[in-house]
């Protein structure tokens, strides 16, 4: 879906809006997917170099690389339809926290293009 915008926006949509319901939950989630899909981003990389010379065990990490980068992918759009869909009608402390959230989001996005 993520060569299609309109089934990616139709996806996402919903996703931001339950978000909101237990925003530091999903926050949380969402950066717990995202860390073990750069953890497996790294071994697949780590696969494809330890194997260059055994095209079985390099096909294997040239596939496990396009599975993490895909999720790598949708999760990040997934960061930016939730830091941009959380209700803002809330306390200053609250405030506090959601801008907490949201850098850690981004931090784990900046992180995964370094």
Do not use: C, W
């Amino acid at each position: 879906p993520l060569d299609d915008e309109g089934m990616l926006l139709e996806q996402l949509t919903p996703l931001s809006n339950l978000a909101r319901y237990r925003y530091s939950v999903s926050a949380g989630h969402t950066g717990e997917l995202f860390l073990q899909a750069l953890a497996d981003r790294e071994r697949a990389i780590g696969m494809l170099i330890n194997n260059a010379e055994n095209s079985n065990e390099a096909a294997e990490g040239k596939m496990r690389l396009a599975d993490a980068q895909a999720r790598l992918a949708f999760l990040t759009y997934l960061v930016g339809a939730i830091v941009g869909g959380h209700v803002t009608r809330v306390s200053a402390r609250a405030i506090e926290r959601l801008e907490e959230l949201n850098s850690e989001l981004a931090a784990l996005v900046f992180k995964m293009v370094t």
